[in-house]
């Protein structure tokens, strides 16, 4: 086997099941035979255009198979990957390049960048990748730092105000052992997928791939869309974020979904509400898992999801999860304190500053940002955020880069940005703005400004004019 693991779980799901549905879209379905043909004809393309290890690339698409074949076709040239939303515009490609420093962007045509230069188009089966390079040199390698890298994902944002995680190709095959412990996915399953695939890839994809489980994936977040794609196909698990278990449970219909074992709610907390909603919709308790990039899936709540549905659950078996002090030891049952993970899988290091994950741990332990409470019997509840993050639909955003947009407008003098409760979507993104004297700006243009250079999700949908921002007695915003 070679030393590129990720790639050699999808040849080895072409040997063991090669006539098995690796992937329903909107183009019908797919085999692991066909998968594996298809990503091993556009890596050899890549190979030939000079995508070798030491490299980074990033692989930009629209949800659906093409996302996956060039996922897996890039990380099997040996270079770092980075999955990029196809949502994103100039500007935070612009800033993405300028941090991650990648050498090649592989785009499906959804939105390729002007500024990019185009080398040629690589046609697959259905549609095709443009092949574009950067102006960073091939010369200067990408996280020297560590061993054999597969992935790259910031945590947040799009921005320096986030870091780069490198996982290597080890890491990723720890974590999607590890949490299928728990998932206990087969090649009998079929996952009905929801999520950004840019945002959400290593244990989900990777681990579906890995053990035979076919991908249905949803062309929108419609109910009823949903609930025929999981009848028609007869879906096993609903991967999805907590607003779109909350359309799936404002349902009118009355049609079950018979075929589900599970439905994991994951990317932001669930209400309870929701998952009583859920529940009496279709007869089926709404669990709780705990993503993290630089771990992986390492809580789950597998055994209380019917009492405790708000839960994020119990520690994965193979991770060590504890409520930690100001000195990060272990607090007692009952106290809320930091949430720290110890365990497999960890990421191996941040891009910038290039630290290893050594570096960055606390007693061995990972800190998330999180602070939370446990039970005598290791139920996990998350109790609050130590960080000023917002989630918008099960992707994090930084305050910090939508508030540097509104501020290189020149009539602004400060932004505060922050998010509001909504009832669908559970939170929008709203600010606070001041103007210098004597200037007047028009909301509705500042709104489209930042439209026109920020996803639609990050650009804010409310925006205030006040008089002052309070501040921290060191001078900076006051979040909360």
Known sequence: MSKYLVYELLKDAAIKWPNNVAIIDEYGSLTFEELYFEVKFLKNKLLVLGVTNGLGIGVKAKNGRNFIIGLFAAVGCGATVMPLANQLKDAEIENILKEAKLHFIIDDNSGTSAFLKVVT?????????????????????????????????????????????????????????????????????????????????????????????????????????????????????IYASPIQIRLLSNDIGNEKMPTLKRVISTSAGIGLDVCSAFKKRFDINVSQAYGIIEIGLPIINYKKSAEMPEAVGFAVPGYTVDILDDAYNPLPAGKIGYLGIKGPGMFDAYLLPATLRKENLQNGYFLTADFASKTIDGLIKIEGRSKSVINIGGIKIFPEEVEAVLESIPEIKQAKVFSTPHPLLGQIIEAEIIVHNGKIIDVEETILYCKKRLSNFKAPQKLNIVSHLAMTNTGKLMRY
């Not at 870091?163 to 999607?176: L, M, N, P």
């Not at 996915?185 to 890839?201: E, G, Q, R, S």
Request: one cysteine or more; proline letters at 2%; glycine letters at 4%.
């Open 121 to 237: 188009e690589i046609k697959l089966n259905k549609e095709s990748f443009v092949f574009c390079t950067t102006n960073i040199s091939t010369n200067l390698l990408f996280a020297a730092h560590v061993n054999n890298p597969a992935f790259i994902r910031f945590t947040s944002g799009t921005t320096g105000h986030s870091k780069g995680v490198i996982v290597s190709h080890q890491s990723v095959i720890e974590r999607i052992e590890t949490a299928n412990i728990v998932l206990e996915l087969n090649d009998k399953d079929t996952v009905i997928w929801m999520l950004p695939i840019a945002y959400h890839f290593m244990v989900s994809v990777i681990l579906y791939v890995r053990f035979g489980a076919a991908i249905a994936i949803a062309k929108d977040f419609l109910a009823k869309n949903i609930i025929d794609l999981t009848n028609t196909n007869a879906g096993t698990l």
